[in-house]
């Protein structure tokens, strides 16, 4: 009798469903057909949440636009992982209201409280927009994804062994994408520099994400063969992947990536040395104080450096400092100088979240444009995560984000000397780098408002955080 009623309940609702459907289509609407993958990752949220979390990370590689698919729709997210991520949001604050919230100490860091200031920051300047719509969407945006791959993935980092799921459950899929990037690449050749740009579409928009988000994982890679001691055959495999890893970060053609891991590299060394930190500020104070003196000197000599972006990987690697006739270079400087002028007109609110791209083609001056700038100002974004936000939220928008950087290397620096187990010393210290690499790569880019950055950026943090609180003793 209860499978009658059971079959009874699917004929009716399959029924609904194809009318409803056939409806929609008949009137060249697409999105019916979302109805029962809507269904099926609410209920999987409501009983198996983890598993909700691994899924968004494990497609985060593998997503597309929704524009690649549906070339004329008015929303473009990220298929499947933002409409999984916007469930969970949905369902954290069903939970939240029922008092079946995240653990206490999770919401009480002192990394979730830089968090929570630079939301509201971003919640203020949304109010006092020069384009309402669009702060809003990057709001909800950014909310999407800061409270499923932090707050709550943070929750469920109580269990070491779902920090391993997490980590892996990207990297696997990202093989793939590596495998198709080389692929694309050794079909028109290797050393082609110009094809790398477009070599991982539609999975990625270009190679300096790509490439962010390998530099971001060859630390954590690296880790995890100085964490598995059984099992022989397991450390070769790790070692493979870290190659392969590896590999496809020179043929990236990233720059900015080649650069955040040598400086990854460096910081490891200071951390793991335990470099005396009044050492470190004499030093640092010393080449500020030197780069100001011989300021001149300095840009006299970067200026005659005109060896642009080439498929040679050494003349590559010298075009960066190249700023006098290096396109990729320049434009970046004519990204950074609009974002500053934008900032100067509007120093406290900005001129709201998300507007940089809508907005900064008034404030090019004809001698930073470059060949491959546009009069409509229509080129992308302020390429850096720290003069961006000085735009768009001012001046504690900016500084609400590094807030968050400096808690969570305090926090990263602190659990990797405190934890008493070395598992937990090793994870906490190469996220930590991974995150490093992107803080680094931060200055020439900007990618957190893409699930292929977020998932690394706030589940690393998370990973810190969850070590500091859970694991550390």
Do not use: C
């Not at 369902?91 to 990394?111: D, E, N, R, W, Y």
């Not at 070599?199 to 954590?220: E, K, L, R």
């Amino acid at each position: 009798m209860e499978i009658l009623k059971t079959n009874k309940f699917l004929f009716i609702f399959s029924s609904v469903f194809i009318f409803l459907n056939s409806a929609l289509l008949y009137f060249n609407i697409y999105y019916g057909i979302l109805i029962p993958f809507i269904l099926l990752t609410v209920w999987i949220g409501i009983f198996k949440q983890e598993l909700l979390i691994l899924a968004v990370v494990f497609f985060s590689p593998l997503s597309f636009l929704l524009s690649e698919i549906l070339p004329n729709t008015t929303v473009d997210i990220s298929i499947p992982t933002e409409p999984i991520l916007a469930v969970l949001v949905f369902l954290f604050v069903l939970k939240t209201m029922t008092g079946q919230g995240i653990h206490k100490k999770i919401l009480i860091h002192p990394v979730s409280i830089a968090i929570y200031i630079n939301l509201l920051w971003l919640f203020i300047t949304t109010l006092s927009s020069s384009l309402p719509i669009v702060s809003v969407k990057f709001l909800i945006a950014r909310l999407w994804f800061v409270v499923p791959l932090y707050f709550i993935s943070a929750h469920f980092f109580k269990d070491s062994l779902f920090i391993k799921k997490y980590i892996w459950a990207y990297i696997i899929p990202f093989l793939f994408i590596i495998f198709y990037t080389l692929t694309n690449l050794i079909s028109v050749g290797l050393f082609i520099k110009n094809a790398a740009h477009g070599a991982m579409q539609p999975f990625f928009n270009d190679h300096t994400s790509y490439g962010a988000v390998i530099a971001m994982y060859i630390p954590v890679i690296t880790g995890f063969i100085f964490i598995i001691k059984r099992k022989s055959y397991v450390k070769p495999t790790i070692l493979l992947i870290l190659l392969i890893f590896s590999f496809a970060l020179v043929f990236s053609y990233t720059r900015a990536a080649w650069i955040s891991i040598i400086i990854s590299l460096f910081i490891f060394i200071v951390v793991y040395l335990k470099i005396d930190r009044r050492i470190l500020i004499f030093f640092s104070i010393l080449t500020v104080s030197l780069f100001f003196v011989f300021q001149f000197e300095i840009t006299d000599r970067l200026s005659k450096n005109r060896q642009d972006s080439s498929q040679d990987l050494s003349e590559h690697v010298n075009s960066i400092s190249n700023i006098a006739t290096d396109a990729s270079n320049l434009e970046r400087i004519n990204r950074w100088n609009s974002a500053l002028k934008m900032f100067e007109e509007r120093p406290l609110l900005g001129f709201g979240p998300g507007t940089y791209t809508f907005q900064y083609a008034p404030y090019q001056m004809s001698y930073d444009k470059t060949i491959i700038s546009t009069n409509f100002g229509d080129g992308g974004n302020a390429h850096s995560e720290y003069i961006g936000p000085l735009a768009e939220s001012g001046i504690l928008g900016t500084l609400s984000f590094i807030g968050i950087i400096i808690m969570t290397i305090i926090t990263g620096v602190k659990v990797y000397y405190n934890s008493r187990k070395q598992e937990y010393k090793i994870l906490s210290i190469t996220a930590l780098l991974g995150l490093i690499s992107y803080y680094i790569h931060g200055f020439l880019n900007n990618f957190l408002d893409t699930d292929k950055a977020s998932v690394p950026f706030w589940g690393f943090t998370a990973i810190i955080v969850a070590i500091d609180i859970f694991h550390k003793e």
